[in-house]
């Protein structure tokens, strides 16, 4: 066998190994709602958990701390951080 078709077999099962673990680490996995509570107020634009007041989907909060954005958090952090309210 040729040693550049070697080379680039190898480079290519790289790069698919490497998309494929980038893809999977990205997917964060399937939280349980147990031990946890909403936290609002404390979210940065962009990365709530779900829907609010003003749009219907997670990572839509267009403003950072907005009272109506939320995240799941373990339950009893949410009061230890600052503007962070459970209702």
Do not use: F, R
Not at 28 to 55: F, M, Q, R, W
């Amino acid at each position: 066998m040729d040693l550049k078709v070697i080379i680039q077999s190898a480079l290519c099962a790289a790069l698919a190994l490497g998309l494929t673990s980038a893809s999977h680490a990205a997917t964060p996995p399937k939280a349980t709602k147990e031990g946890l509570e909403k936290c609002y107020g404390i979210v940065k634009s962009g990365l709530n958990d779900c829907g609010a007041d003003s749009h219907a989907c997670a990572m839509q909060s267009v403003k950072d701390n907005d009272p109506n954005d939320w995240l799941y958090l373990p339950k009893g952090t949410c009061e230890k951080i600052v503007g962070g309210k459970t209702k």
